[in-house]
């Protein structure tokens, strides 16, 4: 009895099986005991998990009384950095820990004596922590006992005593991410404690609601989902042991209550639902336990169903399901399928937040219908391509194969489904990281600068730690502007990298399909090229699908080549026979012919012949014969293959397909043959899928339903090879590119259903055109009556069908295709074009707004715009409407009807579409506005002297650089991309030719590469040299740097430097070649071109007065060009080094070169402000390009040769068109700096203005533009002035003060301020090197000073005159130095000896006024008071020869052969004389002295200057003016000839100017020797002007421009202000003071010190209160009796322009781009001054209006903007370019 009640409760399953067997009687037989003791004895240990030894015996056969078994948590691994907690829960009957315990027997020999050994191991605590090792391992222990023992506890109190282990567990790890293991009913606890656990969520203070929350995986081992067959015996069994214990009705109903499990199984569904478990995985058992053989396993695969997640069989019984004895397959298949769950935990899907913060980051670069699970295709049917897809699989979860698998094959074979199932499988096996699928019909998808974010979205969608790297990657980064390789890079490669693991050591697998759809094969080539290059390096695999494409990767080592083409033909064969059976077979069973003989075999092997290999073939013909009515199925199928191809050989798989899509073809056409063809015309040639109702209006076949149903019916007998879905706003696909082909190949095609691509794109742009002029002429547009209805407003009224947004967004782009297909053939359509941009572009625009594609207008007008094909008037159509749509860009976006008012109201008058469109409003731009297009596109801000400027090579962007940084723009946009702050002084900068990496060259020595996107470094190496020159070459791959005596080489990629070639010349590279393979040096005496790669010289040049910055090769190496400092530009061949041709015409020196990029034009900028246009092939000038302000110091061309960049001292870069056919802006005859200070008239009709750098005040006419006479201020004597041999410098002298400027420079500030004469400067020369300056005095000394110090630096005193010294002149060499005095003497100086003076000549008996040296310093020439001429020889002392004239003798030249000697004199004449001979000629012409002359080089003119202001130019043969020119407005006191054709002359009215010799024409002034205007103001009464002269006020007449000075100031006044009644102005100074002055004494009366950073002021209207504008924007008031401070508020702007009262508590404030009100009570913005009269007009965020009329608004762009000032019905708006615009408001005011 006591081995029974052992049996009886070690083996209740056995038992249940043999009451089962006897018919389920509740009795036990003696034999059922002995069956029962034999099991027991032979499956001890495998039918119960319960030891043995826990098993207690008891005679009197009572329920055991072993103490009860605690619910809890058994800790097995604890490591310190665990990620996830794995949870195991065993089954029932179970207990801990022996039901996680494999056991292995060891046999012991017949003949041994011991016990068998059995090795037994706790797997989860052995095995599981090598695979997870971060990883706390926990087991759940309950009692699971059921026949005996029982606790009488159901699900949900195990459930909830699990719930409460963990929570304990886990208080301070609440959000670690949770593994369930629960084997056999231990699954279903699992279930119902997270079930539990979602409904204590609403339970704010329990924390078990957190198990919920945290993220889950969980693996089922046998867990009877839907319930099993044993649970009703297992019932049985318990309820015969209930005396002993058994407990049923909680815990054994379960397993057979159906109603219950279904319950359990919809909660836990929504808990699946909330996202929190992230993958689920369910695996069952294939064989059944010894004692169930005859019943099979206890949990089947449908018992284990859960609906979620896959299902995994295991080949094992239900006892060693939870159970692993060693590290065998089944242990690593089981490992396998939980790697990618633990992954997921470690690395969870990024959640909604993050996803929607990438999509913002990606915004308009992903494309949602791309993915594998988007397309319409499917996968393969079921049983096919399954050795090709089990090959795919095993090479995707092989980490050592390669990371690229390249699957080809022709049209047809299958590709795609084949890659559609292979995603279907990645995903099961959570492997698959993306896909995208091109298609012919979606453009969108062919664009291949969206596949890279596209993918990248997918991976950070399904990766919590992908995300992340991806959102750090994108920090300030434009994705719109990153080329591919670095969208790769910085998307894909960067945050995929194996270093980072994202994955977790997992490799993702993306799917790429349909490369051979895409146009750009180029493009696609390099996408491989990127993703070959970086494979092994990310943590993912790529498997790409398309025809063949190039061998080029034949040999990569990465790339696994997968022909389907050579696939065995039986396995391809088979493949297709399968499907073709079963989608025959489903057509039996449609047609109750199943099993009947239909199809027959033959038939069947028919199609098979005629589909292998092509399974597109298949798919079409059981697609074609299905889409028949039942009673015609079977005669289609029989008419299939009865019918012969129509064209053609048939051999080939391809000519099959076509005599099938011929066959349809023509079927379709007996249906319906009225609108097919429309219908595949438009299907083929369209770039988006259309729907049914799309296609019928873009057809005119009908309105609406009508439409629709003649497309439908079209379309019907074609759903064999087209798409056509159930739903109408679904679009029609193309099911195989085959099909298209076939169509558009007249060879191929039915005669009748051949469509000519060029007549159906020809027809769909016409039909788009034709929909817009009806649909754009509604007048939904015109019933929104507010012009400033923002963006949303406007949507909800415009309702655009998706016809008429296919038409808008793509009618370009069909009329491009029928201009590239059929040139000339386009007459009717372009008729249709022009009628377009005459009558509804702007309607167009709108529209475009409105659909977020306004980028996309203006990239596709540029196309048409472009186009050779196109009408001049097409072209120059396209050309308005996209520089309008540029112009005003950002605010079109917001504000899209707007391009009717503000964008039209600044655009040229003359321009046809301001004419056309030009609307009566309330606004207009009187002044400022261009008449027509000019060149220039942009003007970009750069804050600072532009030092250089550099393209992409793919003319996207345009990158400069100042000593304050680099700042990269986009070029099509002009938006601002990237502003980098190099830790040094910059030398030299390059862009890459994607524009999306940036190189420099440093001063100090070194190089820096950043990622434009980034901003951050990828190499940085410290050198020793300044660097002068730095490119990129070898498709962006490397960087080329040269410094002195070297030339290095950086790898970008390694972040190392390649290779140090120390060169064979001393000197320093200034330019390479493109290819990096060449260098012109810079030696110590000549150029030479070098080989960069050795180091060795090529040729010699010898180019004297060159520009180091001005050097560049020809794109092809084979020429080069320098720019000169005396304006010309040298082309020579670089093998030969022969002069090719001389470029003249720029009049200053010329500072940048650059070949265009077919090397057949030359652009060249200049001091002289222009940047001009050269032909290479005849050197004559094509274009000169004017608007810079100042001196061009770069340019660079685009490498399409369409557009030039140039950077300017004037502190910005221009972007200029240089195609033919615009307007050339006419050369201004003077420098003109930015506008620095305005002023209006009280009447509103006059604005004053002034520009940096001058003086004078220029008046404008408000109403019409036009200038009046400007006022000259304050003019400071120039005594007398002298220009350098170069014309770059010139001397000049004002009293006491020698000052140098040096025109090279953009500034009219002395360079050099010197004093120390005692008295009034005389006469000044500089030393033919420029190196010395020489002046003579009133007090009788010369002194001799060194230039170049910044303060100037007096190097010799010459002292020996014994009057003033009226002339000194330098030898040629500069050695020596003449002088000539009022104590009529001459004496010769040498400026090398310590006893300097070294002769004396006396002959004059008056002052000798003028004096120079020959060029061989043989003689002298003098003139003098006395009316004589003097030649004297130096050597002897003695008169050569002596002549008298008329008057005092003001000037004297010798000729360059100093065979000619030209005097000008005090009578108006010029004398001509022969040094060895007689007088040559007298000229006459001049009105007043002749103050100076000169000889021309080829010593055949004379050039003079006099007090009469002209220059005056003299041909010596014949003794007449050839020339006069006219200009200067006071004595040109000094002239010379440049060159021949170039003539300087300097004058007292402070200019120093250049003329053309031919032409007289002006080229260039510098107003190089004024005092600055720095600031005007006006009175109320408009009676005077107020004007800030450095540090005087003036205050002027009105119409002379006399008055009176205010002077005190120690530095520049910067603003001035009136008080209301005139009588006070107050002054802010650099001096850092406020001065308030009283206007009618001219004295000052109060001086408040000023320690703030102040620019301007206003007085109060009562004059107490002085309010003062920071840099900062900052507000003062001080109290101007108390001097004190009285308050002190920010305007959260920057700097403040200029403010002005209003009346006592309003304070008008103007920044740079807002006018703002403000109160000075409460230091706050008073935006309530709507119902205010006559306040001024304001501007606010680029809107300009009126409070008293604040619904009249205009838009006006802030960039440029240097000064602003405004009043009751205008605002004016200085430039940088020192332009001014006046917008005018035109509306009454009240």
């Not at 009329?815 to 074009?833: I, Q, R």
């Not at 070294?1398 to 000798?1408: A, E, M, N, Q, Y």
């Not at 209003?1702 to 008073?1726: P, S």
């Amino acid at each position: 009895m006591l081995r029974l009640q052992v049996v009886l409760q070690l083996s209740p399953v056995a038992l249940g099986t043999i009451v089962y067997f006897t018919g389920g009687g509740l009795f036990i037989s003696g034999a059922t005991c002995i069956c029962l003791l034999f099991l027991q004895l032979l499956f001890l240990d495998e039918v119960s998990d319960t030891p043995m030894a826990s098993i207690p015996v008891n005679d009197n056969a009572s329920p055991p009384q072993e103490k009860q078994v605690t619910s809890r948590l058994h800790i097995l691994v604890d490591p310190t950095d665990a990620l996830v907690d794995v949870v195991a829960v065993h089954g029932l009957g179970s207990a801990y820990p022996h039901t996680w315990v494999g056991k292995e027997r060891r046999r012991r020999a017949w003949f041994s004596r011991s016990k068998p050994e059995i090795n037994k191991v706790m797997w989860l605590k052995e095995y599981l922590p090598k695979d997870f090792p971060a990883t706390r391992i926990m087991a759940f222990e309950y009692n699971s006992r059921w026949l005996y023992e029982a606790d009488f506890q159901g699900l949900e109190e195990h459930a909830s005593a699990l719930l409460d282990a963990l929570v304990e567990q886990r208080q301070h790890s609440f959000s670690r991410p949770i593994l369930f293991i629960g084997h056999s009913y231990g699954g279903l606890v699992v279930k119902q404690a997270l079930v539990l656990s979602h409904k204590f969520e609403t339970e704010g203070t329990d924390h078990r609601k957190w198990i919920a929350r945290a993220e889950s995986g969980i693996i089922f081992l046998g867990t009877p989902h839907q319930g099993s067959n044993y649970g009703m015996i297992a019932l049985a069994l318990s309820f015969i042991y209930r005396p002993l214990g058994g407990n049923y009705t909680q815990v054994l109903k379960l397993l057979s209550d159906g109603e219950r499990l279904v319950q359990l199984d919809n909660e836990f569904k929504e808990v699946l639902s909330r996202g929190a478990t992230k993958r689920t995985i369910c695996f069952y058992e294939t064989k059944g336990q010894v004692w169930t053989w005859a019943f099979g396993p206890l949990v089947t695969r449908l018992s284990a169903r859960l609906g979620q997640g896959p299902e995994v069989a295991m080949e094992c019984n239900h006892n060693e399901m939870n159970r692993f004895s060693e590290r065998d397959e089944r242990y690593e298949k089981f490992i396998g399928k939980l790697k990618p769950v633990y992954n997921l935990l470690i690395n969870p899907v990024a959640n909604e937040v993050v996803k929607n913060e990438l999509l913002k980051r990606l915004s308009g670069r992903i494309i949602n219908g791309s993915a594998y699970s988007s397309t319409e295709v499917g996968g393969c049917t079921a049983g096919t391509r399954e050795t090709i897809l089990n090959k795919l699989m095993d090479w995707a979860r092989d980490s050592t194969q390669e990371k690229v698998c390249w699957m080809t094959g022709m049209a047809g074979t299958g590709k795609t489904t084949i890659a559609y199932t292979l995603c279907e499988r990645l995903e099961a096996d959570g492997i698959l990281g993306a896909s995208f699928f091109c298609s012919t019909t979606e453009d969108e998808t062919h664009n291949m600068r969206h596949l890279f974010p596209t993918l990248a979205y997918a991976l950070g969608a399904s990766s919590q730690k992908m995300a992340d790297a991806l959102l750090g990657a994108l920090r300030d980064k434009n994705v719109a502007d990153m080329n591919l390789k670095d969208t790769f890079t910085a998307l894909i490669s960067t945050p995929a990298s194996i270093d980072t693991s994202p994955f977790h050591e997992e490799t993702r697998v993306i799917v790429l399909d349909g490369f051979d759809q895409v146009k750009d094969r180029d493009r696609v080539e390099a996408i491989l090229s990127f993703i070959l290059e970086r494979a092994g390096a990310v943590a993912l695999k790529f498997f790409i699908s398309s025809r063949p494409l190039s061998d080029k990767f034949k040999m990569t080592p990465q790339l696994w080549r997968f022909d389907l083409y050579n696939r065995p033909e039986q396995e391809v064969r088979g493949d297709i026979k399968l499907y073709v059976q079963r989608r025959l077979g489903e057509l039996a069973e449609r047609l109750g012919d199943k099993g009947k003989g239909w199809p027959a075999q033959e038939q069947v092997d028919a199609i098979v012949d005629r589909a292998s290999p092509l399974f597109i073939y298949a798919s079409t013909v059981c697609s074609y014969i299905g889409e028949e009515d039942d009673s015609q199925i079977k005669r289609r199928l029989k008419a299939v293959i009865d019918k012969a191809p129509v064209k053609g050989s048939t051999k080939s798989p391809t000519d099959k397909l076509y005599a099938l899509y011929a066959q349809i073809t023509d079927t379709a056409s007996k249906r319906c043959n009225e609108d097919i063809k429309e219908v595949l015309g438009l299907i083929v040639a369209a770039r988006d899928h259309l729907s049914t109702q799309s296609i019928g209006s873009l057809l005119f076949l009908g309105d609406g339903a009508e439409g629709e149903s003649r497309v439908s019916a079209a379309l019907g007998p074609l759903r064999s090879v087209l798409s056509v879905p159930n739903d109408q706003n679904e679009g029609v696909r193309v099911i195989h590119t085959s099909f298209p082909d076939f169509l558009t190949d007249p060879a191929r095609s039915n005669e009748t259903y051949y469509l000519n691509p060029s007549e159906c794109h020809r027809k769909l742009a016409t039909n788009c055109l034709s929909l817009m002029e009806r649909m754009l002429d509604r007048d939904e547009i015109e019933g929104l009556q507010d012009p400033y209805s923002p963006m949303d407003k406007v949507k909800e009224r415009v309702n655009i069908s998706g016809a008429l947004e296919y038409s808008c967004v793509h009618w370009i782009s069909h009329v491009v295709e029928v201009y590239d297909l059929k040139p000339g053939s386009a007459k009717e359509l372009e008729e249709a074009v022009t009628s377009f941009f005459e009558v509804r572009v702007l309607r167009w625009l709108v529209h475009m707004s409105i659909l977020g594609k306004l980028g996309h207008a203006a990239t596709s007008l540029r196309k048409l715009e472009l186009h050779s094909q196109a009408s001049a008037r097409v072209r120059k159509a396209s050309m308005e409407a996209r520089r309008l749509t540029s112009q005003s860009h950002s605010l079109l976006e917001d504000y899209p009807l707007q391009i009717y008012y503000s964008a039209l109201v600044r655009i040229p008058k003359k321009s046809d579409i301001a004419k056309r469109f030009r609307r009566d409003w309330n606004w207009e731009v009187t002044s400022g506005l261009a008449e027509d297009w000019e060149r220039c596109e942009g003007v970009l801000g750069m804050g600072e002297w532009v030092y250089s400027v550099v393209f992409s090579n793919d003319g996207r962007m345009v990158a400069a650089y100042s000593w304050k940084g680099v700042r990269i723009w986009s070029v099509e946009d002009l938006k601002e991309l990237c502003v980098l702050s190099p830790p040094g002084d910059l030398t030299c900068i390059t862009l890459s030719s994607d524009g999306k990496s940036i190189a420099a060259g440093f001063e100090k020595g070194g190089i820096q590469i950043w990622d434009v996107e980034t901003k951050n470094e990828r190499v940085q190496d410290i050198g020793k040299g300044s660097i002068s020159c730095i490119a990129f070459i070898d498709k962006d791959q490397e960087v080329i740097c040269g410094s002195f005596e070297s030339i290095c080489r950086y790898s970008v990629k390694s972040n190392e430097r390649l290779t140090n070639i120390k060169l064979k010349l001393k000197g320093r590279p200034l330019s390479f070649s493109r290819d990096g393979k060449r260098a012109i040096l810079e030696g110590e005496v000549y150029i030479y071109i070098i080989d960069a790669e050795t180091g060795e010289k090529i040729s010699t040049l010898d180019i004297p007065e060159f520009n180091k910055k001005a050097a560049a090769f020809s794109r092809d190496g084979e020429k080069v060009v320098f720019g000169l400092n005396d304006g010309k530009i040298r082309m020579l061949d670089v093998q030969s080094g022969n002069e090719e041709a001389w470029l003249i015409g720029h009049v200053n020196a010329v500072t940048s070169v650059a070949f265009s990029g077919d090397d057949q034009r030359i652009v060249s900028g200049s001091r002289d402000d222009s940047v001009r246009i050269w032909s290479v092939s005849d050197g004559k000038e094509e274009m000169k390009l004017v608007g810079h302000t100042e001196g061009v110091a770069s340019v660079a061309y685009s490498d399409d040769g369409l557009r030039v960049a140039s950077g300017s001292w004037d502190q910005t870069v221009r972007i200029w068109s240089v195609e033919p056919g615009l307007e050339e802006r006419q050369s201004s005859s003077e420098n003109r700096w930015r506008v620095i200070a305005l002023a209006l008239s009280s009447d509103s009709q006059r604005v004053f203005h002034t520009r940096g750098g001058e003086r004078r005040i220029y008046i404008q006419n408000v109403d019409d533009g036009k200038e009046e006479r400007p006022l000259i201020v304050g003019r400071d004597h120039v005594n007398t002035v002298a220009i350098s041999n170069n014309g770059r410098q010139a001397a000049t002298a004002s009293g006491k003060r020698l000052q140098i400027y040096d025109f090279s420079y953009p500034t009219s500030i002395p360079m050099v301020n010197m004093e120390g004469h005692d008295d009034l400067i005389l006469s000044v020369a500089l030393s033919p090197d420029n190196q010395k300056v020489a002046t003579g005095s009133h007090d009788k000394t010369i002194r001799i000073w060194d230039p170049k110090i910044d303060e100037g630096k007096e190097e010799k005193r010459l002292e020996g005159h014994g009057d003033s010294v009226w002339s000194v002149s330098f030898s040629a060499d500069g050695s020596k130095l003449v002088s000539g005095s009022s104590d009529h003497t001459i004496r010769i100086w040498d400026l090398e000896s310590e006893s300097p003076m070294i002769k004396t000549l006396r002959g004059h008996s008056g002052p000798v006024l003028c004096v120079a040296f020959s060029s061989d310093s043989q003689m002298v020439v003098s003139g003098s008071q006395d009316k004589t001429v003097h030649v004297w020889d130096v050597e002897t002392g003695e008169v050569k020869q002596q002549r008298m004239y008329g008057d005092s003798i003001w000037s004297v030249a010798f000729s360059s052969s100093n065979s000619k000697i030209v005097s000008g004199c005090n009578d108006h004449t010029i004398h001509v004389l022969e040094v060895e001979g007689g007088e040559m000629a007298v000229l006459e012409g001049h009105t007043d002295a002749v103050i100076s002359v000169a000889f021309s080089p080829d010593q055949q003119r004379v050039v003079s200057g006099s007090h009469d202001k002209t220059v005056r130019i003299w041909d010596l043969e014949t003794g007449k003016e050839v020339r006069g020119v006219v200009g200067h407005t006071d004595s040109v006191q000094f002239v010379k000839f440049q060159d021949d054709d170039t003539v300087l002359s300097a004058s007292h009215d402070g200019s120093c100017r250049s003329w053309d010799v031919q032409t007289g024409k002006q080229e260039t002034m510098v107003n190089a020797f004024n005092n600055w205007v720095h600031s005007i103001a006006l009175p109320s009464d408009d009676q005077f002007l107020a004007v800030g002269l450095d540090s005087t006020i003036h205050i002027l007449d009105m119409e002379t421009g006399d008055g009176r000075t205010l002077q005190g100031h120690t530095g520049p006044v910067g603003s001035i202000a009136f008080s209301h009644n005139n009588e006070k102005i107050a002054s802010v100074s650099y001096d850092r003071t406020v001065r308030i002055w009283d206007v009618e004494k001219m004295e000052e009366e109060k001086r408040l010190n000023d320690t703030s950073s102040t620019w301007s002021a206003a007085l109060s209207p009562d004059s107490k209160i002085v309010a003062l504008g920071g840099w900062d924007g900052t507000i003062w008031l001080l109290n101007v009796e108390t001097r004190a401070m009285e308050k002190k508020f920010k305007s959260g702007q920057k700097e403040v322009l200029s403010m002005s009262f209003i009346d006592d508590t309003h304070l008008l404030l103007r920044f740079y781009d807002a006018i703002r009100m403000w109160n000075v009570e409460t230091g706050e913005e008073d935006e309530d001054v709507a119902d205010r009269a006559n306040l001024p007009i304001l501007l606010c965020d680029g809107w300009i209006y009126s409070p008293s009329a604040p619904n009249s608004r205009c838009w006006f762009p802030l960039d440029g903007i240097s000064r602003v000032i405004s009043n009751a019905s205008c605002i004016v708006f200085g430039l940088m370019s020192g332009d001014i615009v006046v917008v005018k408001f035109k509306e009454s005011r009240r």
